[in-house]
């Protein structure tokens, strides 16, 4: 729905044809664009500054958090093909 919404339909079309309310599809859209990092929660308590400073942060954390993930998975890897970990079953 959020995808069809971005291409160019609008949200009240949608609602007819697909069931959920305009309202609904608006409340997804606005969502997927917050976790997508594309639109910036209303934080009135802080200054300009600040809010950019929490959107740079939020980014980075997204980023450490992939290359996080991918650390993980190639020391694994390295693990299994050196031999230091094994396949499965312990002889205990």
Do not use: Y
């Amino acid at each position: 729905m959020v995808d069809l919404a971005r291409s160019g339909r609008d949200p009240d079309d949608l609602a007819r044809e697909f069931e959920p309310t305009a309202q609904s599809i608006r409340n997804w859209i606005a969502q997927a664009d917050k976790k997508e990092g594309r639109r910036e929660e209303a934080l009135p308590a802080l200054s300009a500054a600040e809010r950019d400073e929490l959107s740079r942060l939020r980014r980075e954390n997204r980023q450490l958090r992939v290359e996080r993930d991918i650390l993980s998975k190639a020391a694994a890897w390295f693990a299994r093909e050196t031999g230091a970990v094994s396949s499965g079953s312990s002889g205990s």
